[in-house]
DNA sequence: AATCCCATGTAATCTGTTACATGATTGC
DNA sequence: GCAATCATGTAACAGATTACATGGGATT
């Protein structure tokens, strides 16, 4: 249940066009929940369905043609109740914990390989987080409770790559190349 | 495409029915990868299907019986390919981090309440899994190549916990009650 | 008129979640 | 016999992914 209120998120950012929206979720609200464009345009549909959004009036709201969103006083409340909510955290989901855990039964093959492909992939995203870090939330400017906030949501993501980073150069520390299977 | 793999994973360690399959994704496997009983049937289905695992030969297979899954040399080889694929790493999608990004554009409400719930729900899973280490991996034992891959598994989880305690309560320091609504 | 890009969608499929249904076994 | 528990499933739906379809405007 996300995927509307990230949108909502969005549009109070600033109120845009499906495809303007799909680009943003390549990157700022992107970077900690991402969407392709056919979710968004079902959600922006269900949102207005649901009286939380509106598009902006326009000429003819034809096909082809731009529709600009923006979010109405039910969606701004509707968003400030989820973010009250409680919901718990989601347990850990994922694949690559998950395959070194099947490399303990069917041996690593070439997973050294493809974990070397990861760590440097997260630390291409890792050095894309710091550069706005230090672009947006520059040391010793003062900010507001709004900039404190999403500093802090950028901090989440810096931490959690340099974790990634962390355990897979661990990982590869201890993995030589092939290394022989365990038992069948 | 890792429900199958996790299955495949978990029947290797041990032959099992869907039941104790179950059970055991409470735990165990399901520490990295979460899957319900309605799920893991169906899955079971399709592996049999598919050649991949196979019912051990029982009296009369009708429903309410018990039916031991073992897996099959090609699901074997199944998972040793899926450990080697190119699986690029899923971007973040956490309702969390998005929350608190979306408490900087409504304020943030009640969500120190919920930060404060969260801190402790992974206070105690970090406990969980410290325990398990000391009980699986003591200090100083000496481990093969099984081992050492699973501890690195179960190091993933620790610290990934450790990520969000520290982070929560970062958030939590730079939050004090009922903070002021930025700008509408 | 052909091609490319902007923009909005539809359809099919897969994965995951929630609620419910059915049969077998065991203890009372 | 009844209730509880073990065990295996079905059904309906929600959410996410992938592939494809449609149309407008600008360029060449």
Same mark, same amino acid.
């Given at each position: ?28 609200? &992107? ?7 056919? *979710? ?10 649901? &009286?939380?959004? $509106? ?9 082809? *043609? ?11 409340? !509707? ?19 998950? $395959?070194? $855990? ?30 706005? !870090? ?7 400017? $003062?900010? &507001? ?13 810096? !931490? ?25």
């Amino acid at each position: 249940m996300s995927l509307p209120h990230a949108i909502l998120t969005a549009l109070l950012e600033k109120p845009s066009s499906g495809l303007a929206l799909t680009r943003r979720f390549d990157k700022s609200i &992107g970077y900690f929940w991402s969407a392709t464009h056919q *979710q968004i345009y079902r959600e922006l549909g269900k949102l207005e369905e649901g &009286g939380l959004i $509106r598009a902006l009036p326009s000429p003819q709201p034809t096909r082809g *043609q731009k529709k600009e969103y923006e979010v109405l006083p039910a969606g701004r409340a !509707e968003l400030a109740a989820w973010v009250d909510r409680a919901e718990d955290p989601k347990p850990i989901r994922d694949p690559l914990l998950l $395959r070194m $855990r099947a490399a303990a039964v069917v041996g690593p093959g070439g997973l050294g390989v493809e974990l070397s492909r990861h760590l440097a992939l997260h630390q291409a995203q890792l050095k894309e987080y710091e550069e706005i !870090e230090e672009r947006d939330f520059p040391a010793g400017a $003062r900010d &507001g409770a709004q900039d404190r906030l999403r500093h802090l949501v950028l901090r989440g993501g810096i !931490e959690l790559e340099t974790f990634w980073i962390g355990w897979i150069e661990e990982a590869l520390a201890g993995m030589p190349e092939a290394d022989s299977e365990p038992g069948a």
